[in-house]
């Protein structure tokens, strides 16, 4: 298990479940231990097994299930499988009722930036550049983290991923400006991601999604 952050004031209010939960975040799936016996009211292990086999478990919360995310487990591959919505692997996965992050294996891939790699954004340089492309390990951070804050602001739905009308997820310039000026928009992770990105070069104007001198 390697935990690599906790949230800087240790908490967030839920408004779904009115306690506090200290943020987690961590690099890869590993800190799901499995457990083959129930636990008591006081979270001692009993000697009663599961019936279905072993279930996962979070070593802080003590909350054991049979699957941690969904359907996106896979144990050959992490916490990061595809599943029926979304065919990609996932660069992170969002547990809200844990309130923790956790990263998957495809965004330690080789050459993917940790920052925004803003040297890219240079109309003067370099051809309109779309904003997708400044795809890093900092997008996906901000994308998850709004799953996490948004479920304590944006009642019952919270942050999530909107569904485009192929059955796909809203990600990224052109499905996200499709939502604009809809309440989606206001509901759907990368909408907020693009927002922040566009604010923090704010040099340029990014209103075709791709960077031009204003
Ligand atoms: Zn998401």
């Known amino acids: 298990m390697v935990l690599i952050g906790w949230h800087g004031s240790g908490e967030l209010i839920w408004r779904l479940n009115p306690a506090y939960r200290t943020t987690r975040l961590y690099c890869d799936s590993s800190w799901w231990q499995t457990e083959e016996y129930q636990r008591d009211d006081e979270g001692k292990v009993t000697q009663i097994k599961f019936a279905n086999g072993p279930r996962y478990v979070d070593p802080v919360g003590f909350v054991t299930r049979a699957i941690p995310s969904g359907g996106m487990f896979d144990p050959t591959l992490g916490l990061c ?4 919505e979304d065919h990609d692997l996932s660069d992170a996965i969002t547990n809200r009722g844990l309130n923790v992050i956790t990263f998957c294996p495809s965004v330690w891939k080789a050459g993917h930036p940790v920052t925004i790699p803003q040297q890219l954004a240079d109309p003067t340089r370099i051809p309109p550049f779309p904003i997708g492309d400044l795809d890093s390990l900092t997008w996906t951070f901000f994308h998850e983290y709004t799953h996490l804050v948004g479920a304590s602001i944006f009642f019952p739905e919270g942050v999530i991923d909107v569904k485009n009308n192929r059955g796909g ?18 509901i759907n992770a990368d909408n907020y991601v693009l927002l922040a990105l566009a604010s923090y070069l704010y040099m340029y104007d990014w209103s075709d999604g791709t960077c031009r001198i204003p």
Request: proline share 9%.
């Open 81 to 84: 499988g595809p599943d029926a």
């Open 169 to 186: 997820m809203c990600y990224g310039f052109p499905e996200c400006s499709f939502l604009g000026g809809s309440r989606l928009a206001t």
